[in-house]
């Protein structure tokens, strides 16, 4: 799944674990983080423009699922994460949630163009190979199957927002958000959600 899905969702998530905007922030941290991992793309891009050869995304295959995607980053991840926190244990429940969340939405559906790219979550690395899970109907990155979930996910994080006063771009700037909050709920008393507040 796309890594704006992965951010959307996780602060859904969020956003009934915590009523603390640094905590929020802290859980949707983690349910993007895995993707750090995929630094060797910026690594292969920049290779390729500097040496004028085609780019072979070597870096990026060999690290990305590799290095962010297994229990032993998702322990010392969440357990830095959670050292920013005010709620320390809750925060770092939530952590592994929406990490665990961002695996398994790999899981189903990050697979390439073609019906054998599958792409694998290799659990135990980077200190052990094994256990190795893919799916065999994994759908596609870019696949319709992707597209509906985050289409839910952004109406049910729009509708949170306004319900809560809060939105995921709190987690860029408070003041933009407040903002955005404000604009979200005035098309919402627009619309004729009764309950919505637009102040
Ligand atoms: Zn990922």
């Known amino acids: 799944m796309s890594p704006v899905a992965h951010f959307i969702g996780s602060w859904l998530v969020a ?7 640094r905590d929020r922030k802290l859980i949707t941290l983690a349910g993007v983080i895995p993707d750090v991992d995929g630094f060797g793309l910026v690594v292969d891009v920049a ?14 295959q060999k690290f990305h ?4 995607h297994g229990w032993p980053a998702a322990l010392v991840l969440c357990g830095l994460l959670a ?3 005010t709620q320390r244990f809750r925060v770092f429940g939530f952590c592994l949630l929406t990490f665990h969340l961002h695996l398994f939405c790999d899981l189903l559906g990050s697979r390439g163009p073609s019906p054998g790219d599958l792409w694998p979550i290799c659990y135990g ?7 190795v899970w893919f799916w065999k109907g994994q759908w596609r990155l ?9 289409g ?8 949170q927002a306004v319900r809560q006063g809060k939105s995921f771009v709190e987690v860029f700037s408070r003041k933009v958000d407040e903002a955005f909050v404000c604009v979200l709920r005035k098309w919402g008393h627009a619309l004729g959600f009764s309950r919505v507040n637009p102040g």
């Open 65 to 68: 699922h590799v290095l962010g």
């Open 83 to 85: 050292g920013f926190a």
């Open 125 to 131: 690395e980077p200190l052990f190979r094994h256990p």
């Open 15 to 21: 956003s009934v674990a915590t009523k603390t905007s």
């Open 152 to 159: 839910v996910i952004f109406v049910g994080a729009l509708w």
């Open 47 to 60: 290779k390729g423009i500097f040496s004028g050869e085609p780019t072979t995304y070597h870096y990026y």
């Open 142 to 150: 870019d696949g319709w199957q992707n597209l509906t979930i985050f």
